[in-house]
């Protein structure tokens, strides 16, 4: 399938429709990521055909040449599921050219709008409800997966955990250990630590010496 806003000229959209991993009562979200395509600044704002079901940030915003922005757009929690898991919910993402260095939050209000004499493109996307039970290991896509984890998943997580923790604890006594090494090397491999003690002691020496001369070259006393 062709990406979407393949055919635009001024940016390219990926993935080319939201999907999200539907689950009662839990908010879900998709990623989108959006390339500026030219060598100019372009802006950019997403519309949809239900705003109080979802959560866009950023909804509006400025790209630089070549650069890219990624857009969250959330699923709020949902009471009930829509007939058959199908959506009927669509997007749209608006861009335009604008002046270089452009603020997003000084844009014009008539930026997006055609009658301007702008050109103004849009990039439509569908809405896609996935069950959590369906395999979306290998979509390659930004689809968020489910936070829920079997028993055998949560044991092995454990484990792994336990094993990380295990050798984060060796290491440290491995370091330890060479510590002590490096300390007692560099004890024993001191070059001054003799030469040190034997200047020690001759002084040592020298003091007992001249104590015992100065008593036997004292008079003795009556």
């Keep these: ?101 452009s603020d997003v939050d000084e844009l014009p209000q008539d930026t997006f709008n055609k009658d301007s004499g702008k050109t103004v493109e849009e990039c439509k996307l569908r809405v896609v409800f996935n069950n959590p039970t369906s395999d979306q290991r290998n979509s390659g896509d930004f689809t968020l997966h489910s936070s829920t984890h079997s028993p055998d998943t949560d044991s092995t997580l454990r484990r792994l955990k336990e094993e990380r923790d295990a050798a984060a604890q060796q290491t440290a006594q491995l370091q330890q250990e060479l510590d002590m090494l490096k300390r007692r090397r560099y004890r024993r491999s001191d070059p001054g630590f003799s030469f040190k003690f034997a200047i020690f002691v001759g002084i040592i020496g020298m003091l007992v010496g001249l104590l015992l001369n100065l008593s036997l070259s004292s008079p003795a006393t009556e």
Aim: charged share 20%.
């Design 1 to 101: 399938m062709t990406a979407a806003g393949s055919n635009n000229q001024f940016i390219s959209v990926h993935p080319d429709e939201l999907k999200f991993i539907f689950e009662l009562e839990k908010p879900s979200y998709c990623d989108l990521k959006v390339v500026n395509k030219t060598e100019h600044h372009v802006a950019f704002k997403v519309k949809t055909t239900s705003p109080k079901k979802y959560f866009v940030r950023p909804n509006t915003g400025v790209i630089q040449p070549w650069d890219s922005s990624v857009i969250r757009v959330t699923l709020q929690a949902q009471q009930e599921y829509p007939p058959n898991m199908q959506c009927k919910d669509k997007f749209m993402i608006q861009s335009t050219v604008v002046p270089p260095h």
